[in-house]
């Protein structure tokens, strides 16, 4: 507790003391040489505390910056995952290649990113997450190591604009889930599920980083920037699809199988269709003919084939849910015993997988 006390101070005479008369007379109303060059006390009041000086007023600036770099490393080291993924991704779409799908099954990840959900008003969707979390990591560096922002921005600003961010893909990632979980039911997409991941996680760390306070005062911003996304993104899949003559439209065509059966390919394609075994295949697609063709016209008729395009396909086309729940990896897919055995096969290869017996072969298999 801090405690009032008084400090004198004397002040000494202004001359010498040897000027001054041993006596000297008074009058009234007039002040003796003694008097006037008297030593002067004055009291000055000091404050003492009792207790050491408070600490908490440089503490805490301190804790506060190191919450706020963690919080900036995050931002940089996720956003910078994001952006190596989503650039992927978009490799992919520009290039019509196929995805590798780590879970689920190639199949699964080129449905979905084949899909028309995976392109807004035109643009590939990956594009949108490429520049999002691009823009994240960038902040998170500045924000990191400069201690001045361009164009005179503060860090306050720039912590909104960080957290402003996150929210929209927040808001992007909770409606791409909800559509994958409606429209590809059974199906699942790595990449989804860890865009979606690595955008709450950003979300929630930059939330927590702005402070409760702060974000009670920008929460109608927030919510306007979420609705606003899952408003763009919903006028963007109910808007017609362009007729283009640049997109794919194949309607369904029935192949035709030219070459004869050996009585032995009759005999594997009946074995086959015994034991429950099938073919996933697309009209549209060259191994699976010529698969066919390997068994010919009469044994083609004795197997199990599932078409997975059977309304015909262009641009965005998702395939049958069979196609979908069986994970195909690409075509032609056999599904043998409960084993996937993907791309073309030949004869003696497809009787060794499905346990077609030895004595039933003949060298007409394999020719």
Request: hydrophobic letters at 40%.
């Amino acid at each position: 507790m801090a405690t009032l006390a008084l400090l004198s101070v004397t002040s000494p005479s202004l001359s010498s003391p040897r000027s001054l008369p041993l006596s000297t007379p008074t009058r009234l109303g007039v002040l003796t040489p003694t008097s006037r060059w008297a030593r002067r006390t004055v009291h000055l009041p000091v404050i003492c505390s009792a207790s050491e000086p408070n600490q908490n007023a440089e503490s805490e600036p301190e804790t506060t910056s190191s919450s706020s770099d963690l919080t900036y490393k995050l931002c940089a080291g996720i956003g910078g995952i994001g952006f190596l993924e989503t650039t992927y991704l978009t490799f992919l779409k520009l290039t019509n290649s196929d995805a590798f799908c780590p879970t689920g099954g190639g199949g699964s990840c080129g449905d979905i990113l084949n899909s028309e959900y995976a392109v807004v008003f035109g643009v590939p969707l990956p594009l949108f997450g490429m520049i999002a979390y691009g823009l994240v990591a960038t902040l998170g560096v500045q924000l990191l190591a400069a201690k001045s922002l361009p164009f005179g921005i503060g860090k306050s600003d720039a912590s909104l604009v960080l957290l402003g961010i996150t929210t929209s893909m927040a808001a992007a990632s909770a409606c791409f889930l909800y559509i994958l979980s409606t429209q590809f039911s059974g199906t699942s997409c790595s990449y989804c599920l860890l865009s979606a991941f690595l955008s709450f996680s950003l979300f929630f760390i930059t939330l927590k980083d702005f402070g409760f306070e702060k974000v009670q005062k920008e929460a109608g911003l927030l919510v306007c920037l979420a609705v606003l996304v899952a408003v763009t993104l919903n006028r963007s899949y109910s808007a017609p699809v362009s007729s283009s003559p640049a997109d794919v439209d194949l309607p369904y065509v029935a192949t035709e199988i030219t070459t004869p059966s050996t009585p032995s390919a009759i005999s594997l394609a009946k074995h086959l269709n015994a034991i429950g075994a099938k073919m996933y295949g697309a009209f549209w697609c060259s191994h699976c003919l010529e698969q066919k063709q390997m068994f010919g016209r009469e044994a083609a008729k004795e197997l199990n084939y599932v078409e997975c395009f059977p309304g015909g396909y262009r641009k965005g086309t998702i395939m049958a849910k069979e196609c979908i729940d069986a994970k195909l990896e690409g075509f032609p897919t056999w599904v043998i015993n409960g084993q996937v055995v993907s791309g073309e096969k030949d004869l003696l290869e497809l009787a060794e997988a499905s346990g077609f017996e030895m004595k039933e072969f003949s060298p007409t298999l394999i020719e």
